[in-house]
Nanobody
């Protein structure tokens, strides 16, 4: 059974940092490219960051370039999203996505507010 479990969300002040984690199971994680998406309140889900299966290639939405970093540890079946210099407009539910089997996690809420 495929599972993607996100964690690390929460409430943070503008300028702060959070690190999201997505723990994968039920498939060969090292064979799958992974992405982080987010869905702000009242808006469409959007791609935030992408990483290929071995971690050698990454890509980011323009809105997060220079602030967010995606990484993965294939020995732990986990993908991460380090988020720095957070802004109120980063407030959203953040989802992990496995490209190999087109599977979504349930999401974790990130709220940036003073």
């Amino acid at each position: 059974q495929v599972q993607l479990v996100e964690s690390g969300g929460g409430l943070v002040q503008p300028g702060g940092s959070l690190r999201l984690s997505c723990a994968a199971s039920g498939f060969t994680f090292s064979r799958s490219a992974m992405s982080w998406y987010r869905q702000p309140p009242g808006k469409e889900r959007e791609l935030v960051a992408f990483i290929n299966s071995i971690g050698g290639y990454t890509n980011y939405a323009d809105s997060v370039k220079g602030r967010f970093t995606i990484s993965r540890d294939n020995t732990k079946n986990t993908v991460y999203l380090q988020m720095n210099s957070l802004k109120p407009e980063d407030t959203a539910v953040y989802y992990c996505y496995a490209h190999l089997n087109r599977y979504w996690g349930r999401g974790t809420q990130v709220t940036v507010s003073s």
